[in-house]
């Protein structure tokens, strides 16, 4: 058993020493060492029969120091445990004093989270009250239709509401085209493109085999204007037809009639603008958390979170520029912030989740995906996600206590200031 201590150097930096029995290091490095002469082949020695003395003076310090990196990664485990440590990151090892028949020791620092006193008084936020209104249950059913609806191809002009197949080389503000900007097969559907109405408005009218020059006035980053340029070559347009909204229509999406289907609609969408009222006033109470208390967080940790993300943008082929690095930057570090300081409040005021808790999540989970309970437990236990579901459960406690002890004022929102949901 390794004998281990502790020393903070700062707010997320400990230094850890390490001691181990050397007797247990001497026969790890015996046994390498006999097993290293199994297959060396020396000159005038035969296959493993080369004295273990020569092996020692030609392998010696190679094996050493083999066998040190594998005790160490041992050894520190358990002296990370004793010590009750959790490493944000891999250790830096420092030094290594190895005297045979007597010690062996190694020091190593880590970065841990920092150990906070939060103060959480004088909170104030607003809490909004959404209601939803029948044209929110309208425009969801109206995408649910667009899900469903029939199309065909028409010979005549488009229209809103039509998709267009289209070919679109970018070009400048002159019409010249700029070379490796050219994509063949675009649908879309004019009115809802996602490019602009100005954009669906100049290709109104278009017909099969069709070319048009579109022009767009936007503004950089910087706010000054800027002249965007396609060339489009339509390939075919096609009309859209809707299924009718009637009983028919609600059975086939799985609702008794019409009536069932606006009031299971209705629901869920209150259910999700809560949702939405909810993160807008934790928003605001995490802003007031960060602004009264300091939380000092490693560069590096930043950075290996950073780079994690910024690979995953260039495999779905997004840009990468300083602006974007800056804006992810500081979201990273503020959810690295927020998690310390809600996990801080859970250490502070005894806020825990027990096994029952965790359980009965899991245990639901297992019904909705018709999966036996103790396949579903045994999964979850072996990749983490049943600490992952402990550590929402407590989280959630955790922001109903910051809610019961700030100063909440409810305001009722209007219709016209609700946010209009619709289907992903």
Do not use: C
Not at 12 to 33: D, G, H, N, T
Not at 44 to 49: D, P, V
Not at 296 to 321: I, K, N, S
Request: glycine share 6%.
């Amino acid at each position: 058993m390794v004998t281990a201590h502790v020393r903070e150097i700062d707010s997320i930096r400990r230094e850890i020493e390490v001691e181990a029995p050397v007797e247990e290091v001497e026969r790890e490095l015996e046994r390498a060492y006999r097993e290293y002469q199994k297959d060396a082949q020396l000159p005038g020695f035969r296959k493993g029969k080369a004295p273990l003395s020569l092996i020692k003076a030609r392998f010696g310090q190679a094996i050493q120091e083999e066998v040190f990196n594998r005790l160490i990664q041992r050894f520190y485990k358990e002296a990370r445990e004793q010590l009750g440590i959790e490493p944000l990151s891999q250790a830096k090892l420092q030094r290594v004093d190895y005297k045979p028949g007597e010690r062996f020791r190694f020091t190593a620092t880590v970065d841990v989270q920092p150990k906070l006193e939060v103060n959480y008084s004088g909170l104030r936020a607003t809490r909004r009250l959404f209601r939803v209104s029948e044209e929110h249950v309208d425009r969801w059913i109206d995408e649910m239709r667009e899900r469903h609806a029939q199309v065909r191809t028409v010979a005549r002009e488009a229209r809103f509401g039509d998709l267009v197949r289209m070919d679109v080389q970018r070009t400048d503000a002159s019409g010249l085209p700029i070379v490796g900007h050219r994509q063949e097969g675009v649908l879309i559907e004019l009115g809802r493109s996602g490019v602009g109405e100005d954009f669906d408005e100049q290709l109104v009218g278009a017909r099969r085999g069709e070319e048009r020059q579109v022009f767009l006035e936007r503004r950089d980053r910087s706010g000054n204007p800027v002249t965007l340029g396609y060339r489009v070559s339509v390939k075919e347009v096609y009309e859209k037809t809707l299924p009718e909204l009637d009983d028919d229509f609600a059975r086939d999406e799985g609702y008794e009639d019409l009536e069932d289907m606006r009031s299971a609609v209705r629901e869920y969408l209150q259910r999700k603008l809560d949702e939405l009222s909810t993160r807008e006033l934790r928003t605001e109470l995490m802003n007031q958390l960060l602004d009264k208390n300091d939380v000092p967080v490693p560069d590096h940790l930043v950075d290996r979170y950073m780079e994690a993300l910024l690979e995953d943008m260039r495999r779905r082929g997004e840009e990468v520029d300083e602006d974007a690095r800056r804006e992810h930057r500081a979201r990273i570090l503020r959810e690295i912030k927020a998690k310390w300081i809600l996990r801080s409040i859970a250490e502070q005021e005894g806020i825990s989740a027990s096994d029952d808790e965790v359980e009965d999540i899991v245990r639901m989970m297992a019904r909705s995906e018709g999966k036996p309970f103790e396949k579903l437990e045994r999964e979850y236990k072996e990749d983490g996600r049943w600490e992952r579901i402990r550590d929402e459960v407590i989280e959630e406690k955790v922001w109903e206590f910051l809610e019961s002890k700030a100063q909440i004022e409810e305001l009722p929102v209007g219709p016209d200031h609700t946010p209009i949901l619709v289907p992903a």
